[in-house]
């Protein structure tokens, strides 16, 4: 293929009556017969829904910021003259002259802002966090200053927030047997690194079982989900390596870059974890982003948020990547120009608060043309997504050959610990040696290896059931069904019709503990999330649906949601009613052979 018809554009189809994006890019020059695009890089039909907001959503919303600001300033003025009880820390007389330790806007926002919905989040639970959990009632007497336990627990809460995307959180007992054998043949730990005395058989087994599942030539586990990012990136970019990386968010880290600071943002393509251990390795590695802004310089940009509401913005997406890496080829390192040692691409496969789906095809598309390597961290997608639980590379039909480094974490759809990196061998033999999780960290406790193995072989088949499959498929089904559902109701809600993550939109600051709370009094624990690991005016609650989750749970939460909407008034959507209905016939919730 010559280099001019690699230069992707995309076929663009507009769903009449929405902003839902149906969308294959091809390359040009590729004919188009009876709507369809040929020789395109996607299989199959990609929606995904990012509507935005009407204006008057956005400006309540920066009110609501801006009254709860003057009477945080109100309440420190109270404070400081005694007129209100100081609970907060801060500075000592002796150390007036001190540097602060304290940021001052940074406690502002907690003490008079969080603060008042704080008793949303850290709710402690007494059961496996399955299809329903138990939850321990707890109160407050200061204004969520302090918590008190009330002795009373609150059953069976259908449960809307954890990662339990194929139900193996669970306490069958006979399910859960392989697992008990080991944890008395074992214990419960191993206390020692894998370079010293930490590698255990079941450790081998687990990873060659891995490597299986994912159809690569080797695997390693690791005992931590965060620390497969951070403690193994560190070990792939060295110095003078380039790693740019998607879409970003609002958590910020500093670092220092060749005596500069440069920026770099928590974003939705790359988890925390991944950022961390990008700037842990030294300050001769660089990070870049893109989608973020349409004007890609040699350091960190820090651009505004991304309007992928708008058709263009999706080829706007794939063109701030291909801008950095011709960039980055052409102008090489800031200030000495050199070219760079190598160039990582760091994408995550399911974002985890948008509930999008990465465009991998087109990744891997400017990979190849630009020679750079791709790093896909899967915690969210494996398991959850592909017709046999594969993750993205299988939801695309391609090869796990177009990805350099697989990562994946073990916790959210094994229900287990840990995290991996697979890939080819001589990558795994490289990081046996000098990851830095395989010579500090404590390994991958038995039991927990365990049962990473029995939920595995359920989903490969290897126990003699058709079990795993039949999860993977009702995943799906609930997935179809709960986004159907919402946009009916006339919710705004992001993501991919198969992401299993499903933000719904809340947008004022005063709506997210009310919803919350409200939505516990009818015993469904949700998850609510707002600025500053959200833009601030996109507030949300994250729902995350489950193969364990009966249809009577889900229109059980679905009536709340319905109630809830029109209490709160937060149907924002002007597309509720689809005007083509038989694109939601019952067969379309049925999953794909």
């Known amino acids: 293929m010559s280099r001019d018809t690699t230069e992707l554009s995309s076929c663009l189809v507009l769903a009449k009556g929405s902003q839902d994006l149906l969308f294959s890019p091809v390359f040009p020059g590729f004919s188009q017969k009876n709507g369809i695009c040929n020789g395109t890089l996607y299989k199959k039909t990609f929606i995904e829904h990012f509507e935005q907001a009407p204006m008057y959503v956005a400006v309540f919303t920066f009110v609501g910021f801006a009254v709860g600001t003057i009477f945080g300033y109100l309440r420190d003025f109270m404070r400081a003259w005694g007129l209100e009880k100081r609970n907060i820390a801060e500075e000592r007389e002796q150390q007036k002259d001190f540097v602060p330790l304290y940021q001052d806007f940074e406690n502002f926002f907690n003490r008079n802002l969080y603060l008042r919905i704080r008793d949303n989040w850290n709710r402690p639970i007494c059961s496996v966090p399955g299809p329903q959990f138990d939850l321990m009632e707890r109160v407050t007497d200061d204004y969520n200053w302090t918590f008190r336990f009330t002795g009373r627990t609150i059953k069976n809460v259908i449960n809307m927030g954890s990662y339990n995307y194929l139900g193996f959180a669970e306490t069958d007992v006979n399910a859960l047997k392989t697992v008990t054998i080991e944890l008395e043949k074992y214990g419960t730990g191993i206390c020692s690194t894998r370079q010293e005395m930490g590698t255990l058989d079941k450790h081998i087994e687990l990873e060659k079982l891995v490597a299986t599942f994912l159809g690569v030539e080797d695997a390693m586990v690791f005992g931590m989900g965060f620390a497969t990012n951070s403690m193994n990136i560190p070990a792939l970019v060295g110095k003078c390596s380039l790693a740019p990386a998607e879409k970003l968010q609002k958590i910020r880290f500093m670092f220092n870059i060749y005596s500069l600071i440069g920026a770099v943002l928590y974003h939705r393509g790359v988890s925390v974890a991944a950022t961390l251990g990008l700037i842990l390795e030294s300050v001769d590695s660089l990070v870049q982003t893109f989608a973020e802004a349409m004007h890609v310089t040699q350091e960190p940009v820090i651009g505004k948020q991304p309007e992928p509401h708008y058709p263009e913005a999706l080829t706007h997406y794939m063109q701030s990547l291909e801008k950095l890496l011709r960039e980055a080829i052409i102008y090489g390192q800031p200030r000495t120009h050199r070219a760079w040692r190598k160039i990582i691409i760091l994408v995550e496969g399911i974002y985890s608060m948008e509930g999008s789906i990465v465009r991998l095809p087109e990744i891997v598309s400017l990979k190849n043309k630009y020679k750079a390597y791709l790093y896909l961290d899967e915690a969210h997608s494996i398991g959850a997504v592909g017709a046999t639980g594969r993750g993205v590379i299988e939801y695309f039909g391609m090869s796990p050959d177009d990805v350099d480094v697989l990562m994946g974490t073990f916790t959210k759809s094994f229900g287990a ?77 992001y993501g991919n019709d198969d992401s299993p993550v499903v933000p719904l939109l809340l947008y004022m600051p005063g709506k997210i503990g009310a919803f919350a709370r409200r939505m516990l009094e009818k015993n469904i624990g949700v998850v609510v999330v707002g600025f500053p690991a959200t833009p601030i005016t996109e507030s949300r609650a994250r729902f995350c649906v489950s193969a364990a989750h009966t249809r009577e749970m889900l229109d059980t939460v679905l009536n709340a949601l319905d109630e809830l909407g029109d209490f709160l008034q937060l149907k924002y959507s002007r597309y509720s009613k689809s005007s083509h209905p038989e694109l939601y016939e019952e067969k379309m919730l049925e999953p794909e052979d």
């Not at 080819?424 to 040696?433: N, W, Y």
């Not at 404590?442 to 290896?449: H, L, R």
């Open 417 to 493: 610990a840990g995290g991996y990196i697979a890939g080819r061998k001589d990558l795994v033999d490289f990081l046996r040696t000098h990851s830095h999780s395989a010579v500090y960290a404590t390994s991958m406790c038995p039991p927990v290896a365990e049962q990473i193995i029995r939920a595995m072989k359920c989903l490969m088949g290897l126990d003699g059931t058709t079990q795993g499959l039949q999860r993977v498929r009702q995943l799906e089904k609930n997935t179809r069904y709960f986004r159907r559902k919402l946009h009916e109701m006339g919710f705004i809600i």
